[in-house]
């Protein structure tokens, strides 16, 4: 199981280690920092690097390394989905997950990892339990901490550890009742230089934030659950009752969770809400390019898009970019030739254009690669799929909640090439 | 007052610090206890070392707050390996705690105490170990379930006298499911470290069980099961397909390593369903969505599912295939990520995606990662190669490729052309002439290498080809040795089509390679190109332009039995690096090999790439080309050790290694070279005309590179003799080595020797069968070699061989097989059938199993044909530590049939004259020099060898 923890942060430097079996040297990190060092990009090292005595499973999240030692044969995706799970506790309990803070609170950093593991295997994981055991720390509490002389360790056993529903604990009480849910969903697509589009796939999840007293009971129904083929769910939703009724029935735990993630593959037919028209092109001979690039909706359902962010990665041989936006406002990094377009939203009557001229280093040669054009976007109250909530209703408890449902639609990985 | 939230990661620990935190420690005030041992923990975590407050520390363990409780035991787990007996201190709070009303703190206790690892400490631990294992709290009851596992890897033995293992197996039946997904948890761990204590007897009522509690535990505990689940072997299909019907929820699980374990699950398991079932093809089309859905995960959790996809592509095909999009690669994919998913598209390729498939490659190859666009520019080749119809259009994506003249783009480009050609051969030369254009821009070696061979290969369509390669010759020398050694096969290839043109550009290459050269291969080649071309022209142009072999489709598939077990190891590291686990995990040797359940159908789906190359043209099995390893091994095997001591065998001495030429091979070169410059002298006979010769003849023929291994062997092995002094019999014979491993046999090893006993070459081996099934109908054959040794009789294994048999055979050989020259010389490749399969496998005999008994030359005749040899043909070598002198020398050598003519004394060093006689009747005449009281010989062969007509 995992033997041990070392977080590394971007210079180099080891600044937490854990073990939870016995001592492993942090020279054994010596063999992460040559494979980063071989790696181009941070991202680029490998999450899985063979060491003469152990493995070392990473991932590199908020730009600190979370590197795991493995003696052992481990399932390396269990080491990966629990240092995803380390961050985002993390993330939960300081806000933020960075060195500062890890830093900062390092004392709950170390018990929140003693609780999480015990002898490499997941203890308690479910941000719920955790909470109970470890109360986060907030500034108001370290007063009241200080002047009371009280605690911040739970001192019963969290309710939830043990029931049929470990995720929800019980005694919960709200003055407002209320569950919300929102319907997100990420596009990825390649569309190819002359605006076909090659692969189009949609990650959707439905995030929840449900504040209800006691032990509510929830079903969710779709208009149109056909579009659900491949999901995955929390382990509150009965998959009994989903596969017979395509109905999600759940109690839900307390506060912030995904309920669901699903995928709507490339085989379905994807609506592509933008559409790109561009001309970036470099004359043999001549030390200029031109640039000229178009962005227009497409199958938005009159909804706008918004929040629009173009990015490119120049060829190498671009010294310079002289370019006129109509709207919005551009960088050029003459560093990492990362060029980048705040569009904001996209007006179908004016369409934003962005045209000029590149420079190249004089005499160079015309460059071989094309650049990809990476376009964020955000759409509100549409989820592009065309999935739509039908109802939710709520049993086991008499209160009437306040319920509420979001559509949003953003770019993932969308690229266009050029 | 309220202080400020202490900083306790900037605070250095200092003597005064530590002075100033034991003060604090050591207060009466509760609060300041408490902070001082936060200060404490705060500088363990960043690694400084705060031991010497151990006592200090110690002495807050005994108070009713929870939170300075827990600190302190995690102080104590990092020091009290330091400091057992000051831990000891603690012992007595531990077994209170874990008396405790309050589950938390009974529960911290025991966990606490596992992790102490001071031998003291976990005898104390026993007594509340027993009884938390069956406390009336589960959280309890799973907290020390875990500590078995960790007591066990302290103390194992004491794990088994105090009979824990049985309390935890009677868990796996708890009522609570967290409970049964830790027991599980900790036998798997417990198992792992014994690997045939069949701790995990799995039954249908512990799987149904496992079952139960699969669907209410928690992920972590669902791998635990999954993972547990995936040893089992289903009594019948049936059981098979409702343990597989229970599994496939998991696979909407939203934790991607239960998702992996359950495909693991369903994977094996699948294998007993029959396939025209309903239910095979429901669970096909299932396993393909979250296997999809791995991939829209984080970079990290994709490469796992990647490196694991790539496995299950090449089991069941069928599952993805309509995928083929989601592999595309996006342009931000960590490189790691984009390597794989290239991989697989090319796995996936298929007459009916080609065009898609194609035209990413072809975006690819502008991509800006060099490596990356290497990679893509390889990846169309392969896929012209796999997918028949799609060459054409491969083949002008590369050209169109070529056109971009980005450098490192058109040399793959070329490499790649260059397999094109070997597979469809007469088919795409119309573009000969555009790689002409790009011959001044290739500069590796790779690249330059492929063009040469393109241009000897056609060299009739090209016009300009003498002076193409003429251009090449003029820096000959700076060339790295894969160029120099394709120049010179392009050149002798060129001049056999057009003899006119190119005589003289044949004799410079020539003369360049062998006499300007300081590469045997690359001389050796150089020399059989000379002696083929001066005395039979017709016999060169068969031999150089002989037809060649096609290329195999896939050459990267993981061998069958390989990935049946990988499949069985889905989602670990094993599947991630594609190895056996019993090949990298530490501490898990003698792990089982795990089998894919009922593989009854596996012949005809899984068509094994050796049989499938076998088919495509040549009936001899593939080549294996032993390593020199090997030969460096028998070089080790010398064993010139007086018979009373049987100590190990000496070291390899350098000397011995430098000097280790082939005496036949190198013989034949200098023979050759002596040929050339002085045809007056006349052979004794037509050495190796017949026999060597046409083994020449073959070799280049089969592949022009497969004269890069440099023929070396038949020296070492003569030294091999020396080993069989220490014997009774007289005979030096090799121990029996594993010649098929069962893995690659299917369950049939084959390992084995040879002697030769009475005057009768004798193939000596041990068959055992480790599969599960009878095996019958053994039959076995040779590929021809370089002495026709061939099998006198059939083989006797005439009674079945059922499970863990194992038998012995003794193979009696003759030597009138057909004859093909070798590469190690006494290399010696093999076919065994029996009733599952075909194996083919290599080995080397020693060359002194060739030497016959009649090899004693008489001595007029000896001295005659010694004093003939020119003295500037012979080799000396070197042998290190030999204790013995020169007549137990003798005596030991003759039982291997090396006779001694004649001895001498000159200078207190005795000189022995030896001969022995090959089986094919060549004459291998030897000086030893032995001195006394040095344990080096030395030997002396003169390179000359007589034919004698035997018949």
Redesign the interface.
Known sequence: ?IHSLFLINASGD??????????VS?SVCDYFFEAQER???P??V???I?TP?H?L???LRHRIYFVAVI????????V???L?RVVDTFQDYFGVCTEAAI??N??V???LL?EML??G???A??SNILKELIKPPTILR??VN??T?S???????PTG??S?V?WRRTGVKYTNNEAYFDVVEEI?A?I?KSGST??A?I?GVIDACVKLTGMPDLTLSFMNPRLL???????CVR?KRW?AERILSFIPPDGNF?LL?Y?V???NLVAIPVYVKHNITFREGSSQGRFDLTLGPKQTMGKAVESVLVSS?LP?GVLNANLNPSQGAYTFDPVTKLLTWDVGKINPQKLPNLKGTMNLQAGASKP???P?I?IQFKIQQMAISGLKVNRLDMYGEKYKPFKGIKYMTKAG?F?V?T | M??P?P???SSFVCSGEIFELKAELNSDK??KK?EAV?KV??SM???KDVSALFPDVVNCMQTD????K??VY?YLM?YA?SQPDMAIMAVNTFVKDCEDP???IRALAV?TM??I?VDKITEYLCEPLRKCLKDE???VRK?AA??V??LH?INAQLVEDQGFLDTLKDLISDS?P?VVA?AV??LS?IA?SHPNSNLMDLNPQTINKLLTALN?C???GQ?FIL?CLANYTPRDDRESQSICERVT?RL??????V???AVKVLMKFMEMLPKDLDYYGTLLKKLA??L??LL?A????Q???LRNINLIVQRRPEILK??M??F?V???D???VKLEKLDIMIRLASQANIA?VL??LK?YA???DVDFVRKAVRAIGRCAIKVEQSAERCVSTLLDLIQ?K?NYVVQEAIVVIKDIFRKYPNKYESVIATLCENLDSLDEPEARAAMIWIVGEYAERIDNADELLESFLEGFHDESTQVQLQLLTAIVKLFLKKPTETQELVQQVLSLATQDSDNPDLRDRGYIYWRLLSTDPVAAKEVVLAEKPLISEETDLIEPTLLEELICHI????S??HKP?SA?????RGVQHKRLPGSTGLGESLESPDTGSAAGGSDAPPAVIPSQGDLLGDLLNLDLTPPATTGPPPPPTSGMQLGAMDLLGGGLDSLVFFLFLSPRVQLGGDLGGSSMGAGFGAAPAASPASFSAPVSGGLDDLFDLGGGVGMPMGAYNPPKTVWLPAMKGKGLEISGTFARRAGIIQMEMTLINKAMSVMTDFAIQFNRNSFGIAPAGPLQVLTPLSPNQTIEVALPLNTVGPVMKMDPLNNLQVAVKNNIDVFYFSCQYPISVLFVEDGKMERQVFLATWKDIPNDNESQFQIKDCHLNSDAASSKLQGSNIFTIAKRTVDGQDMLYQSMKLTNSIWVLAELRVQAGNPTYTVSIPLRLKEKKAH
């Open positions: 199981m080891i600044f937490l280690e854990k073990h939870w079996k016995s001592v942090r790696a181009t990009e991202e680029n490998p999450p899985v063979p005595h493995y499973i990473s991932v003696q052992s044969e481990v399932p390396p995706l269990f990966i989905e629990f995803h830093k900062d390092v004392v950093v170390y018990e003693e015990d002898n295997f997941p203890l994981t479910e370290t007063m200080t002047i002389g605690t911040n360790v739970g001192e019963q056993l550890q043990l049929v470990p990825d390649i190819d090659i692969t796939e990650q083929d491949d999901v995955s769910f929390h382990p998959f596969e995904r993630s995928h593959s490339s085989q990665q190498r071989d690669e094309n990809t990476n990985k690229q090439r | 309220l202080e939230d900083n306790y990661f509760k609060e408490k936060k923990i705060a975590t960043v690694g707050n929870l939170e300075l827990k600190l995690l990092n390996k309050n589950p938390l966990r596992g992790c690892r709290d589960p959280y907290t875990v500590c596992a960790k890897d609570n967290m830790n948890a900790a761990e792992e209410e928690t992920e972590w791998i993972d929820p909407s699980h939203a934790n991607s390593a998702v992996l374990s969505p979250p999809v859905t829209s984080e970079p990290e959790l490469y796992v599912a309509h995928e999009k989601v595309f996006k342009y931000n960590p490189i790691y898609q035209a990413e975006e502008t991509e800006v971009t980005v989602g670990t590291l094993a991630v690096y686990p990298f995990v530490e501490g898990s």
